[in-house]
């Protein structure tokens, strides 16, 4: 992709410069930025999310799905950890890599609809932004999804340039592949078909769209096999998620995604980027139709989700994928290369300043409050860990339980040796976590545990158990009034059920 020469754009328009040049300036680009995140990854000092050691223990099992997400994420730990072991860089290893990944297509996407200066722009936005340069630090559902949703618009390109019936075969499989990887890639296919069915030209194209949607579905049949057999339960996980139930009208949370939006993407970025969408063609020629197609869809079903219920920062993540291309574009035609220039310093410098900063932090023991530190929901796993596993060393007869699906996560992967029975206390009748699919409590009648508190529901556990005794908590400080504390019980004789 970033050494194609052709020297025209789809549009007959002469390249800017010397093909071969941009290409190569692209690739180092990559390049150099991801080597700066791997060795990061290699040195820092932050633990794992809960979020990522759950994905890790399910790359212990491999299946075709997971109570909550589809079973992508756990393939790629499962790879990377059989390469790099089982650290937290070999559980993070694939992040940076798949972020590369996605901004080589972006590169490719826009060489192809522009040009290669155009591209290599876009692949050095894309690859920057805030956004990016967080989830190149934590492996998650959205760096498995881009660069399946960036290729997916690649190869849709390519199927539309007469490309012929294998780039549709290929557009299916990268939809198929990171619908595998987040539901939200479904994003891709509404905006496909709305972007075919409203434009009279590209209705010729509609069986082609056909064709690649088929493609997808039957990658994501073992994903249905597997949800039919645990009654579903990552699609109406995905519809709890949701919280379309009780009052459906919340503005403040509408303002507080938009605003989350320019941290996620960049504020001249979106704010850029929203303008655009107005009026693609103008700014950015008769492909920025097809760009805005694939950016205001996503934006839009989020900001609707975020007004009826709430919406993480990240759900409309897809959306900057043709978003850096659409703005790129449009700043390179129209003299604004100053503010793209200056954009992408600032996500490089901000990304810089919050992760040294971070671990300088770590390293001076500065007594900083927990807002001022952005690694701090990832700090005080490991002595959390250790303070189980010492309780659990005098104990052997407990099996370990929590009432929290993040600390028991988190302490499965830092409790030496791994508990990998654990079992989840739930209050919530029914199966709402993966705990509850694989080993569930019910199961364990008549058995011991050691129980680890946090959210100040013993009353109700002392029920299930003939004895419920107190037996330390353990304090994790995260600066100046902040931290979280576990209360450890010696839970004998489950009677639940």
């Known amino acids: 992709m970033l050494n194609d020469l052709r020297i025209e ?38 633990g794992l999310y809960p979020d990522e050691a759950q994905y890790w223990l399910w790359s212990r099992h491999l299946a075709f799905g997971y109570y909550s997400k589809p079973p992508l994420v756990a393939w790629t730990i499962a790879l990377t950890t059989s390469l790099a072991g089982n650290s937290e860089f070999g559980v993070r290893l694939a992040a940076p890599l798949l972020h590369a990944t996605a901004a080589a297509f972006v590169y490719a996407l826009a060489a192809r609809l522009y040009d290669r200066r155009v591209g290599c722009w876009a692949a050095l936005a894309y690859a920057t932004l805030p956004g990016v340069s967080l ?33 549709w075969v290929a557009t299916g499989a990268a939809v198929g592949i990171g619908l595998l990887g987040k539901y939200a ?21 509609l069986p082609g769209v056909g064709l690649a ?18 009654g579903f339960a990552t699609y109406l996980h995905v519809r709890d998620n949701a919280g379309l139930h009780g009052s459906l009208f919340h503005p403040i949370a509408l303002v507080e995604f938009v605003v989350s939006q320019l941290g996620v993407f960049g504020p001249f970025f979106f704010v850029a980027a ?16 097809f760009l805005a197609a694939f950016t205001w869809p996503a934006l839009a079903i989020v900001s609707v989700e975020s007004l009826l219920s709430r919406a993480q920062p990240n759900w409309a993540a897809t959306a900057y994928v043709s978003a850096v291309v659409l703005l790129t574009t449009a700043a390179l035609r129209h003299g604004w ?15 810089a300043i919050l992760f040294a900063g971070s671990e300088t932090i770590v ?31 005098q104990h052997p007869d407990l099996r370990l339980m929590a009432d929290d699906r993040e600390t028991l996560a988190a302490l499965v992967y830092y409790v030496r040796p791994h508990p990998f029975d654990a079992v989840a206390w739930d209050p919530i009748p029914g ?18 545990f050691l129980a680890v508190t946090i959210h100040g529901l013993e009353d109700y556990m002392r029920r299930d158990f003939a004895s419920f005794d107190r037996l330390e908590t353990i304090d994790i400080a995260s600066g100046p009034g902040g931290g979280r504390r576990y209360t450890l019980y010696i839970a004998r004789d489950y009677r639940g059920g």
């Not at 007959?12 to 791997?38: K, M, N, Q, W």
């Not at 994003?187 to 709305?194: E, M």
């Open 9 to 46: 754009n789809a549009a007959g328009e002469p390249v800017d410069g010397p093909a071969v040049s941009y290409a190569a300036y692209a690739a180092y680009a990559i390049a150099a930025l991801t080597a700066a995140r791997l060795l990061w990854l290699a040195v820092q000092t932050a």
């Open 135 to 167: 989830s190149a630090y934590v492996i998650s559902t959205d760096a498995v999804l881009l660069p399946c949703w960036a290729a997916a618009l690649y190869a849709f390109v390519r199927a539309r340039d007469g490309g012929g019936a294998r780039w």
């Open 185 to 205: 890639m479904a994003y891709w296919a509404i905006s496909a078909v709305g972007f075919t069915a409203l434009y009279r030209k590209e209705r010729r194209h």
């Open 213 to 230: 949607l088929a493609v997808a579905a039957l990658f994501c049949l073992p994903n249905l096999w597997w949800n039919y057999r645990h």
């Open 274 to 289: 929203a303008a655009l969408c107005v009026a693609p063609a103008r700014f950015a020629g008769r492909n920025g139709p």
């Open 337 to 351: 290369r100053w503010a793209l220039a200056g954009s992408i310093a600032l996500h490089v410098a901000v990304a």
């Open 363 to 393: 390293a001076t023991r500065l007594a900083v409050p927990a807002k001022l530190d952005p690694l701090h929901r990832l700090r005080g796993w490991q002595a959390l860990g250790a303070g189980v596993g010492a309780a659990l060393a």
């Open 431 to 448: 199966i709402s976590n993966q705990w509850d699919l694989d080993n569930n409590l019910h199961r364990h009648g008549g058995e011991s």
